[in-house]
């Protein structure tokens, strides 16, 4: 099987789960891999990919000298390498050419025959020319902002590479509508089922009635955010949403993350006398999540389009709920489309607070039994649907087949 070259512009990165996540299952399919990441990410990072982070090659770490050792991988792709290095604008050719031949050394040294660059931005575009400049296969896969907000020559890339990689319906339609004539795929950011699989809440009802639901130790009026504070996850119409809850009825939200919104989350919070309501908690692992999870009553996602064209395509922290049965409330937006369906979870529109509340007082009104039909209904579309065995094995096929 084709030994795969990783090619990431930052590595490990605390929220970005999902890349840790495909290059085990990769390995479990049968496949070598090899992470090379520009930098190293400095910050946090899941406990889960030391291993990893231990093996990955950093091409910051080393001179320009390897940049001239890359010249004796060179082969008869160099025209079709230099061809893209002119036509694209994401970098300047010269940072292009040093930082592929670069890649290309370190690659084929290690064995490498196909490169798979996460993120459509200069992961992608070093990973194409370093491709090309040694003969072996390339793809992308794109995720949100790299796509939507600041893409850098996405057509070209799309029609450039033996393949390109869309997390949710949406992206692959726009893919297709970019680059008709790419070679496009959806594999969907999977789930490691044997990790969150092993905090089930209890689903014996022991004769419960739904009018005593809700008084039950196990209602704790609480929900649970897990992401970035940023503009794509809605947390100022989450608020606005819990400020038209009357308080008699009103959850308490833990937010878990950092980000760019935080001051003024917090500042709107003070400023609308929520503070008894809403908890920051700061970032967590992945294993606070496990962990933790049977805490809450919900996990509240209100996912929306941000105002530069950002947004989040294929959240894993929502299948990852679903996999620890773990009700979800979120929007109609993109990959939620797909994962959460009417037995699944309760969906509203984007940037509707009003709407939002409803459905936190839809959700609380739920007998036991609608609840715990959620929570199974949930857990068994991931399983057959998103698992990362699944989605690696497909991804597998691909690489085998196009690489």
């Known amino acids: 099987m084709k030994k795969i070259a990783y090619v990431l512009a930052s590595y490990p990165v605390l929220s970005e789960t999902f890349v840790g996540t495909e290059m085990r299952n990769m390995q479990r399919c049968g496949h070598d891999v090899q992470p090379i990441a520009f930098n190293r990410h400095q910050g946090q990072y899941q406990e889960q990919d030391q291993a990893l982070k231990d093996r990955t090659l950093f091409l910051s770490d080393y001179s320009q000298l390897f940049v001239f050792k890359g010249l004796f991988y060179i082969g008869w792709g160099v025209f079709s390498a230099l061809k893209f290095g002119v036509l694209q604008q994401g970098l300047t050719f010269k940072s292009l050419i040093a930082n592929a031949l670069k890649l290309a050394y370190f690659a084929k040294k290690n064995n490498c025959t196909h490169f798979h660059a996460h993120f459509a931005q200069g992961a992608a575009a070093t990973a194409i020319v370093a491709a090309r400049l040694c003969g072996a296969s390339v793809s992308f896969v794109g995720h949100g902002y790299d796509v939507y907000a600041t893409p850098q020559d996405l057509t070209l890339k799309l029609n450039t590479v033996d393949f390109a990689i869309a997390v949710c319906q949406d992206m692959l339609d726009d893919f297709k509508s970019l680059a008709p004539s790419a070679t496009v795929s959806l594999v969907y950011c999977g789930v490691e089922l044997e990790r969150f699989s092993c905090n089930f809440a209890k689903t014996n009802a022991d004769a419960i009635s739904a009018t005593n639901f809700r008084n039950l130790q196990c209602k704790k009026n609480k929900l649970l955010f897990i992401g970035r504070l940023c503009e794509t996850k809605g947390l100022f119409t989450l608020l606005h949403a819990l400020k038209l809850l009357p308080p008699t009825v009103r959850p308490v939200i833990d937010l878990v993350g950092e980000g760019i919104l935080k001051s003024a989350l917090q500042l709107y919070v003070r400023d609308h006398q929520l503070t008894a309501y809403v908890n920051f908690l700061g970032p967590k692992q992945s294993t606070w999540f496990i962990t933790n999870s049977h805490n809450y009553d919900a996990m509240i996602a209100p996912f929306e389009l941000a105002s ?79 698992s990362a065995e699944i989605q690696a094995s497909k991804l597998s096929s691909i690489i085998e087949q196009h690489g």
């Open 308 to 386: 530069n064209g950002d947004r989040d395509t294929g959240p894993v922290v929502v299948k990852e709920a679903m996999a620890l049965k773990l009700p979800v409330i979120t929007t109609h937006f993109m990959g939620c489309k797909e994962f959460i369906t009417s037995s699944t979870g309760l969906r509203v529109p984007p940037k509707n607070p009003a709407k939002l509340a409803d459905a936190i007082i839809e959700f609380y009104a739920l007998s036991f039994s609608e609840v715990q039909s959620i929570k199974n209904n949930a857990y068994n579309r991931v399983k057959k649907l998103y």
